[in-house]
């Protein structure tokens, strides 16, 4: 990652955060919906990891804001490895 994409990246962290200070459903895998958002949220391994809940589109895995970050975060094409390959 280059100085040039921080901006973004932590523009998207914000996003994030406020979103999930908002979600308030916390669903676990167990409680999780068919109709809510897969988004992960936290570590696995604790005990407070969660999943966002919000309400989905069919055919989609997670809810609006969380498909444009989805969609919006992968690693631009020509972004080589740490060794140059």
Known sequence: M???DEPDLAAKETTIDQHTKKTSKRRTLATLLNNECRWPIG???QPDFHFC???KNDGQSYCPTHAA???SSARPR???NKRGD
Do not use: K
Request: glycine share 14%; proline share 7%; hydrophobic share 20%.
């Open 69 to 71: 970050l989805a969609s």
């Open 78 to 80: 020509g972004v080589t």
């Open 53 to 55: 809940g919000e309400h």
């Open 43 to 45: 570590d696995p391994q």
């Open 2 to 4: 280059t100085s040039r």
